[in-house]
Structures are given as structure tokens and as C-alpha cells.
């Protein structure tokens, strides 16, 4: 079965930067792409970016483009998201999700929190 | 961007009773490229619905949505306990991937 894992909750100060992975298991690395999303407290969901996974394009919401870079590591079946200059509103929980073939994300990881306090 | 609004924000509802969730679009979304999410609280989002009316595996029966071009319907036909939640429209045919505000379906 598909499982997606992810790292553990981050604090960092405002204007360092975050890398959150995403270890997936259960199927194909290659065959699916990934969806980052965040929430923040009591919030809706925002998209952050996609990556697919067979070549490694990206698509990226406009409001990250510059602080967001998504990543494939194929030897350890593992998705990255690193987000750089981080502000105190950047705090909030981050989901990876796997896409279906249509962007979809029908699997997703627990969640990490990450706090942005000085 | 394609924006979704979705209406009501809040249902309060008796089990047992049946639910309707609006969704609606500012763009046509191509493809039938639609879905609805459940979430509870301290948990990931959960698919329901893909394809604007297609349930993903595992997903009860009474939970079926419709709809096409800018407006979608979510519907949970007899609510079980479980079924008190967020639950979020999404699109998905064109980036960037946009969701609806979410409703909140609360016991009454």
C-alpha cells in the first residue's frame, strides 16, 4: 500500500529557509507526481507548487515563485520542498500528497508543522 | 485563477439527515478536473471525490457529487457520525491548483 511520510516539525527564525521531505513506499517512485500543500492554523488549503516525477518539471504557484524549490531524490523515493526566506506568516502545516496520473492527490502525508517565530 | 466559492460556509445537520454542498467556479473547469476533500481536525485531507463524480476507493457510497462546467454538488445522502468534517472543492485542470474556502458540516 501507499505511504507517504514526512519529516518532523521545523522552528526556524524569519529569513532562514525549511527543507521538508516526503518518503514515499508502496509503488512506483517514478510513475507519480507531487503536490505540496499548507495550511496554516484554522485556515483553507493553499497550493504551493507540483512536481512530476518521471522528469522532474515543476509548476510553482505565482505568490512562492523565487522562495520555493521542489525536489526528487529517486534513490531514496523521497520528495522535497525547501522554502527560503521565511516569514512569520509562512508558519503552518505543510502536506506532500501524490497525484493519481491527473493532478489529483489521492495520497497524502501526515503533515509537518513548521513554526517561523524569532 | 480559477476562484471557487463554496456555499454554505457552515451546515448543522442531525445524523441520519442528508447534506448538500455547493461549489462554484469563476472559469469553466475543463475535463470534468474536479474534486471534493474531507478533513478532520489535526488530520490530511482525504479524497473523496475525483473527476467531478467519480468516488476514490474506499469511499462510502453515500457520498456522490455531480455537477460540470462552473458548478459542482457534493452529497453525503445519510450522515454517520464520521461524517462531521471540513470538506474542500478542488480543481484541477488547469494551474494553479485552486480550492474552495472549505464547508463545515457540525452536528446540530
Known amino acids: 500500500q501507499v505511504h507517504l511520510v514526512q519529516s518532523g516539525p521545523e522552528v526556524k527564525k524569519p529569513g532562514a529557509s525549511v527543507k521538508v521531505s516526503c518518503k514515499a513506499s508502496g509503488y512506483r517512485f517514478t510513475t507519480y507526481g507531487f503536490n505540496w500543500f499548507r495550511q496554516a492554523s484554522g485556515q483553507g488549503l493553499e497550493w504551493m507548487g507540483w512536481i512530476g516525477a518521471f522528469i522532474g518539471n515543476t509548476n510553482y504557484a505565482q505568490k512562492f515563485l523565487g522562495r520555493i524549490t521542489l525536489t526528487l531524490d529517486e534513490s531514496t523515493t523521497t520528495a522535497y520542498m525547501e522554502l527560503q526566506s521565511l516569514r512569520s506568516d509562512d508558519t503552518a502545516v505543510y502536506f506532500c500528497a501524490r497525484d493519481r496520473g491527473t493532478v489529483v492527490s489521492l495520497y497524502w502525508g501526515q503533515g509537518t508543522q513548521v513554526t517561523v517565530s524569532s | 485563477e480559477n476562484v471557487l466559492t463554496q456555499s454554505p460556509g457552515t451546515l448543522s445537520l442531525s445524523p441520519g439527515e442528508g447534506a448538500t454542498l455547493s461549489c462554484r467556479a469563476s472559469?469553466?473547469?475543463?475535463?470534468?478536473?474536479f474534486a471534493w476533500y474531507q478533513q478532520k481536525p489535526g488530520q490530511a485531507p482525504r479524497l473523496l471525490i475525483f473527476d467531478a463524480s467519480s468516488r476514490a476507493t474506499g469511499v462510502p457510497d453515500r457520498f456522490s457529487g455531480g455537477g460540470s462546467g462552473t458548478d459542482f454538488t457534493l452529497t453525503i445522502r445519510r450522515l454517520e457520525p464520521e461524517d462531521f468534517a471540513v470538506y474542500y472543492c478542488q480543481q484541477y485542470d488547469n494551474f494553479p491548483l485552486t480550492f474552495g474556502g472549505g464547508t463545515r458540516v457540525e452536528i446540530k
Open positions: 472559469q469553466n473547469v475543463g475535463n470534468n478536473y
